[in-house]
């Protein structure tokens, strides 16, 4: 019995890591947890709301049309952060570009991903405000243009307001001059068809579709890794201590 427990605990120090992981991926929101015993350890866990920028040549389409408005500053928060912890130390050029009724693009091309350049792109994101419609189909033609570029990744909250087999139809016909993955992530999971649609739109440029947990699977997770794995029945305790 001994040995099935100690053996029961290394399995679920591995479940325990591994959620970990999962959580440093693309999620929400973004919190750090500390936790120290002894020699002090510090678990740092960073829940991104865009994932982890796979390309090195990026342009980030971000839909700021009205009824993105309830999600806009955490949207920012999140942009942000991406900009500064990510494109600055992983990417070589970048781009960003806001649409509703029209597009509001950063910069005329992709960007050296220079200090400067991270520090102008978030001072311009702090302006981002919420109003119109959703034109997806104007804003991917207008990325696709970049020299260079490599992955969009396209964050929005419902349907474009063309028709969405005109969107999926437009991108394959820019695909086959340019290999461009789209990244999709929704802010809005109970829209059914935007969700299909925009999988669809991932799926066959080779991107990834994302859309964020809500906060109360957040709080059971968090329950979970910081209170740790009880077996009633045994009395094992994995916790999050004891993983670090």
């Known amino acids: 019995m001994e040995v099935y427990i100690r053996c029961m605990e290394k399995v679920l120090r591995r479940y325990v890591q591994r959620l ?12 750090t947890w500390y936790s120290t015993s002894g020699g002090s350890c510090k678990l740092q866990v960073h829940r991104r709301l865009f994932g982890t ?9 971000l839909d700021t049309s009205g009824s993105v408005g309830p999600y806009l500053q955490q949207v920012k928060t999140e942009l942000v952060l991406l900009i500064w912890e990510q494109l600055r130390k992983r990417c ?5 570009l806001s649409f509703a009724e029209g597009l509001q693009s950063w910069q005329d091309t992709l960007v050296e991903t220079t200090d400067a350049a991270c520090h102008e792109a978030m ?4 302006h981002l405000q919420a109003q119109g419609s959703t034109s997806i189909l104007q804003a991917l033609m207008k990325a696709f243009s970049f020299h260079d570029l490599e992955g969009l990744y396209l964050l929005t909250d419902g349907k474009p307001d063309t028709s969405c087999s005109l969107v999926l139809n437009e991108v394959r016909r820019l695909r086959e001059k340019r290999d461009v993955k789209v990244h999709t992530i929704s802010l809005n999971c ?3 068809a935007a969700v299909e ?3 669809k739109l991932a799926s066959f440029t080779g991107g990834r579709y994302h859309c964020p947990v809500g906060e109360d699977t957040l709080s059971k997770i968090h329950s979970l890794l910081t209170k740790g794995f ?3 029945n045994v009395g094992c305790r994995v916790t999050e201590r004891e993983v670090c």
């Open 20 to 31: 970990q992981w999962l959580l440093s991926g693309p999620v929400l929101c973004r919190r």
């Open 53 to 61: 920028v796979l390309e090195n040549r990026v342009c980030i389409l």
């Open 92 to 96: 070589d050029s970048f781009n960003l």
């Open 123 to 126: 001072h311009w994101v702090t």
């Open 190 to 192: 109970s829209d059914r």
């Open 197 to 199: 649609f925009l999988r």
């Open 230 to 232: 009880i077996d009633e």
